[in-house]
């Protein structure tokens, strides 16, 4: 039996005006297992803190019943008092008698009668419970960033400068992502590259950050504080160490007709290439599908021209497996396929581009060395026409349902920027809804309307029709309620962007959660917008959805803030009110593992003993690790033998609570 | 909304199971519309004056006959809202109130071209016979 | 034996409200601080997330003489575990009809979802929610007695 201790609090008057305290007390002291109660003034002051350590000591309490405000107010306190009298401070109950209460009734005799109503359930309750100690588990002080676009490398940069190892993921032979092929930012017009390849300097040459380029994460076990991921490190065959980025191999290479995956198919690369001049790691990467040495064994003039010998055309596949205390995904996005978007005529017409495509065509470093030309014949195009929203707020199986947010702003920035560099063409933009919130932002678009010229026109365009040279394009302009036709040199998509292909695949090994649209959730979409719910994975960038860069840098830094938090931290003290199962009852039936959103649950064999002549059986069991589980509880009520329970929260102590209440 | 146009709205909304307020306003149906020139209400106006009631004026509305049934807005639509359906639907009501036929048979030789497709004629007069 | 009569002879019901910790119990904590009343028989019981909410508590409430039950949890889609309240949904409406099934009428229980921001939600829900039962008056179909004996001996 255990012995409870009451403890009624006045709060001033806030609780004593209302509730009768005294009375409180009395009816408590005759309660089963109560051996102390009383009344102070502010139980939270350190008088009352002294007078429960007091009758702790003195009446040998092994529960405590505190009788006061919400226990969202001051449990974490009185969980301190009665810890510094040596009792577990799970060994204390919170009967809210303020909040749920006196300040809610005005009836004196109702309110003293409903609080020792909620007395007698927490006494109910403490009377059940059982000291729990918080599991502890180590945290390896190293982070892992999968992605190395520019929230990767924000994370990793942030969360290195704090003091921690960071080890970034890129699959892509260059860190950087898709910020690399953008050309100037909106809505400063910075150059991209300018503000962009400082940083990704700075993640190489950080001490604490290591990159792995051309790699992958395949396999991640383990959990908050101790994962441990398996990387493959694809063949490139260069030898990393040797490589001194001189591009000499790549003059020299024969196989020249291979679309340039940096510039998005607009020109050709070598066999043997680095992405772009200012690539991070700058190491060369021979691609084996069009490789003459790798597909008939005949060439090999780069390893004759390499001057530090770094050639390896037996290069194999290595895979590192190292441990992490935390992960960072910033897996990033990529523009829609448009292949099936055939009334914009995208495959049937060169000079009908993506803005992505038309960014690497404005670009200094891109095809056309910063010119704007028509992919087709290469001439000066007079009349472009902007078409937004292609896959986008689509809810059929082609497009996507969501707005993803950054075409409004890049639309305008293309469209200013060819109305001022090239001041004789004509810019027509198709919109459905022009999407400005943001610093700066709207004052942009007005910018390019009102200053520079461009022709917003409200509507959609119907089709496409490439027609001698010429793209017919035919729309509606809803204001002027016409159908219009025009005869454009180039049509510009603003396809909308989905999460990398990878998203799914990762967040299956990491059991973090993704929506219906493959972006990644996260724990909550107010309060914790940068964790996932499973414990110590953070997102990063557009992995979680769709943003600009200011949007996702921000992200990319508040996640480090997140990691570092944890980092800091030796050991883990979990939250004791978790799942337990008890082995006895469970028939290893698999439906908490279904329903637990953690991934907290898994299956294993286990030995038990049996009567009869076998004396031994193996059964299939269900196990919490503790570290994962959150203690929701919703595993406690689909397991149908009742092998399931939370502690603290347990079966027994809520119908104990509701007996007190019914009594 | 009057009593009288809410239930004519409904009643176009149920023949042809469109909905109307999933249109976003974007005028891709208009913008696709071979027809366009030869409508006095055009696609889009067709799904917002269904859902604003406007029934009495579309059923009077040269555009009922006018439209090809190409389908092209219902392909090209982002919403899957499909207008065509709808100008179907308000088509059907004419029909089916007036009893009349629009086309008969022995009219059809003077209006044959020799480039018509025989399914075209076979659902043209479908179209606009009862 | 709860005395459920007043001294003006009024019935006054027992009521069980089950509310998770990160919205509901934090929304009827405003409720007090915003001075927003609602009657005394409602008593709540904290739990981390209504999907720890068995039915089989409800059932026990019933049994042990309860005349409503009502179950608070945070908005379809902020639940602090993500799908908690999901699963709450599913389950009560299972319950639900199960409960309708055995004639307990279906206003004696209740599902609301109250944010941590909503104390005038949550006193409004209760307010109505005591009314109602007030006018069903004792839920004597699932009370079970003998347990009641047992208690009292």
């Known amino acids: 039996m255990q012995r409870i201790g009451v403890f009624v609090c006045w709060c001033g008057t806030n609780i004593a005006a209302t509730v009768d305290v005294k009375a409180v007390a009395e009816a408590a002291r005759k309660e089963p297992g109560v051996v102390f109660a009383t009344d102070y003034q502010y139980m939270c002051s350190e008088a009352g803190q002294k007078l429960i350590r007091d009758a702790i000591a003195e009446h040998k309490l092994t529960g405590v019943v505190i009788c006061s405000c919400s226990p969202r107010m001051h449990e974490a306190t009185f969980r301190k008092t009665v810890e510094a009298a040596g009792l577990n401070p799970y060994m204390l109950e919170v009967a809210n008698i303020r909040e749920q209460c006196s300040w809610i009734h005005k009836d004196r005799t109702e309110a003293t009668e409903k609080a020792v109503v909620l007395a007698r359930t927490a006494i109910a309750k403490v009377s059940l419970n059982v000291p729990l100690t918080a599991g502890e588990s180590p945290v390896t002080k190293r982070a892992l960033v999968i992605g190395g676009g520019i929230a990767g490398i924000q994370s990793a940069l942030d969360i290195a400068d704090a003091g921690y190892e960071v080890d970034i993921v890129e699959k892509q032979p260059t860190i950087g992502g898709k910020m690399t092929q953008i050309d100037k930012t909106f809505p400063t017009l910075d150059c991209a590259a300018c503000i962009l390849t400082p940083k990704m300097v700075d993640a190489a040459q950080h001490e604490k950050i290591t990159i792995y380029s051309y790699s992958e994460v395949t396999e991640v076990t383990g959990f908050v504080g101790a994962f441990k991921a398996r990387i493959k490190r694809k063949a490139r065959f260069v030898d990393e160490t040797k490589c001194t980025g001189c591009g000499e191999c790549t003059s020299k290479c024969p196989s020249k007709k291979n679309k340039n995956e940096f510039n998005l198919g607009l020109d050709n690369r070598t066999a043997i290439y680095i992405p772009f001049a200012q690539a991070v790691p700058k190491v060369a990467v021979i691609d084996a599908e069009s490789c003459i040495k790798k597909k008939t064994g005949k060439c090999g003039l780069c390893q004759k021209i390499c001057g530090a010998g770094a050639i390896d055309y037996e290069q194999k596949d290595e895979y590192i497996e190292r441990e992490y205390g935390a992960i960072v995904v910033a897996t990033g996005y990529n523009p829609i396929d448009l292949a099936k978007y055939d009334e914009y005529a995208y495959s049937q017409s060169p000079d009908v581009v993506t803005s992505l495509e038309l960014e690497r065509l404005m670009n200094a470093a891109g095809p056309t060395k910063g010119t704007l030309l028509r992919p087709s014949d290469g001439t000066h195009p007079h009349t472009i026409v902007f078409i937004q929203c292609v896959g986008s707020r689509c809810d059929d199986a082609r497009g996507k349902p969501y707005c993803s947010k950054i075409c409004c702003m890049y639309t305008a920035k293309h469209a200013m920027l060819i109305r001022e560099k090239y001041p004789d063409t004509e810019v027509h933009v198709f919109y459905i809804d022009v999407r400005t919130p943001g610093k700066n932002f709207d004052e942009f678009y007005r910018r390019a309307v009102e200053q520079y010229g461009v022709d917003y026109i409200k509507g959609m365009v119907g089709k496409v029709v490439p027609h001698d040279g010429k793209l017919l394009v035919q729309g509606s302009d809803l204001i002027a309620n016409e159908q219009v036709r025009i005869e454009a040199d180039m049509v510009v998509l603003a396809a909308a962007i989905e999460p990398d292909k990878s998203a799914r695949s990762i967040a299956t090994m990491l059991t973090a959660s993704i929506d219906t649209n493959d972006f990644f959730t996260e724990a909550h979409p107010k309060l914790r917008p940068v964790e996932s719910p499973t414990a110590g994975v953070f997102l990063s960038g557009v992995c979680q959805g769709p943003k600009d860069i200011p949007e996702t840098v921000a992200q990319a830094s508040a996640c480090a803030a997140k990691v570092i938090g944890l980092l800091a931290k030796d050991k883990l003290k979990g939250n004791p009110c978790v799942a337990h199962v008890n082995e006895e009852m469970c028939n290893g039936c698999s439906t908490c593992e279904k329903v637990c959103p953690y991934g907290a649950i898994t299956y294993q064999d286990k030995e038990f003993r049996v009567p009869g002549p076998k004396r031994t059986e193996i059964r299939r069991v269900a196990s919490v690790n503790e570290a994962v589980c959150q203690g929701c509880g919703a595993c406690t009520v689909a397991c149908m033998s009742g092998a399931m329970d939370i502690k603290g929260f347990a079966n027994k102590q809520i119908f104990a609570e509701v007996d007190a209440i019914c009594r | 909304m009057s009593f009288e146009e809410k239930e004519m709205a409904e009643n176009i909304k149920r023949i042809s199971g469109v909905n109307p307020r999933k249109c976003m306003k974007c005028g891709k149906c208009s913008g696709t519309c071979p027809a366009y020139e030869e409508m006095d209400y055009h696609p889009h106006e067709f799904v917002a004056m269904v859902e604003k009631g406007r029934i009495d004026e579309l059923l009077a509305s040269k555009s009922i006959w006018t439209c090809l049934s190409c389908f092209a807005c219902v392909e090209r639509c982002p919403r899957s809202v499909e207008p065509a359906k709808l100008i179907e639907a308000v088509r059907l009501e004419v029909i089916r109130a007036q009893g009349a036929n629009h086309l008969k048979a022995v009219q059809i030789p003077e209006l044959l071209d020799e480039k018509l497709p025989q399914q075209a004629i076979v659902s043209a007069f479908r179209k606009y016979s009862k | ?153």
């Open chain 3, 1 to 153: 034996m709860q005395i459920k009569i007043d001294e003006n002879g009024n019935f006054k019901p027992t009521i069980v409200a089950f509310c998770c910790n990160w919205c509901s119990y934090a929304g009827a904590d405003l409720a007090g601080t915003s001075r927003l009343s609602y009657p005394a028989n409602v008593k709540i019981v904290r739990v981390p997330c209504s999907c720890r909410v068995n039915p089989l508590f409800i059932l026990r409430a019933f049994q042990r003489g309860a005349d409503g039950v009502i179950l608070c949890g945070c908005h379809p889609g902020d639940c602090h575990y993500t799908t908690g309240n999901y699963y709450t949904r599913r389950r009560m409406t299972l319950l639900f009809n199960m409960l309708d099934y055995l004639g307990i009428e279906r206003d004696r229980t209740r599902v609301e979802w109250v944010s941590a921001a909503e104390g005038a939600k949550m006193a409004r829900v209760m307010n109505e929610f005591v009314a109602r039962i007030c006018e069903l008056g004792e839920n004597k179909r699932l009370e079970d007695l003998r347990c009641k004996k047992s208690l009292e001996e």
